[in-house]
T-cell receptor, first 113, second 116 residues
Framework: DGGITQSPKYLFRKEGQNVTLSCEQN?????MYWYRQDPGQGLRLIYY???????QKGDIAEGYSVSREKKESFPLTVTSAQKNPTAFYLC????????????FGQGTRLTVV | AQSVTQLDSQVPVFEEAPVELRCNYS??????LFWYVQYPNQGLQLLLK??????LVKGINGFEAEFNKSQTSFHLRKPSVHISDTAEYFC??????????????FGKGTHLIIQP
């Protein structure tokens, strides 16, 4: 079945560590996105990529980094510079214009311990 | 820039009663409009979308929404809710001129609570 796979489902990070969240899609979608979800805050865009080897900052990119070396993969690294990383992270993809429906993964819950 | 306001953070409704979840948006550009549903600890699933054409759009699970350009609203409705509709609902917009390619702007969500 086609879809978006995020791993791991739960992740624990110590203070000062970098961690990488995986996002893989087999939908042949061009565009991929990372969102952060906090309770009562909705979803906020971290980074997005419309094509391989290119990506743009979203609204809350500070403390995060991404890469897009393959069409299927868009990993997110939460760096030690991110002061409040505990959140639910969602990856999404879209086919591209004009079909703008976003498909979401099941999310990764990151907790700082 | 766009912003989305969901006017109610929680909406309690009795089973089989109708429900309306309200969404207003603000944007300097023309937008596409979406409603997504999220069950606990899961990703988001698209309920319905407005891209163009008829302002009344029908989605999955018996939901529908009406786009009102003059009031910049996109309220979600269902004539009769079920226990299984208990979830978080998000309204979202994207920039029509850019084909939605630069992501979605979300509201803060409405928690729909169905009471037996």
């Amino acid at each position: 079945d086609g879809g978006i796979t995020q791993s791991p489902k739960y992740l624990f990070r110590k203070e000062g560590q970098n961690v990488t969240l995986s996002c893989e899609q087999n939908l042949n979608h061009d565009a991929m996105y990372w969102y952060r979800q906090d309770p009562g805050q909705g979803l906020r865009l971290i980074y997005y990529s419309q094509i391989v080897n290119d990506f743009q900052k979203g609204d809350i990119a500070e403390g995060y980094s991404v890469s897009r070396e393959k069409k299927e993969s868009f990993p997110l690294t939460v760096t030690s510079a991110q002061k409040n990383p505990t959140a639910f992270y969602l990856c999404a993809s879209t086919l591209g214009q004009p079909n703008t429906e976003a498909f979401f993964g099941q999310g990764t819950r990151l907790t700082v311990v | 820039a766009q912003s989305v306001t969901q006017l109610d953070s929680q909406v309690p409704v009795f089973e089989e009663a109708p429900v309306e979840l309200r969404c207003n948006y603000s944007s300097s550009v023309s937008v596409y409009l979406f409603w997504y549903v999220q069950y606990p600890n899961q990703g988001l699933q698209l309920l319905l979308k407005y891209l163009s054409g008829s302002t009344l759009v029908k989605g999955i699970n018996g939901f529908e929404a009406e786009f009102n350009k003059s009031q910049t609203s996109f309220h979600l409705r269902k004539p009769s809710v079920h226990i299984s509709d208990t979830a978080e609902y998000f309204c979202a917009v994207s920039d029509r001129a850019r084909g939605g390619a630069d992501g979605l702007t979300f509201g803060k969500g409405t928690h729909l609570i169905i009471q037996p």
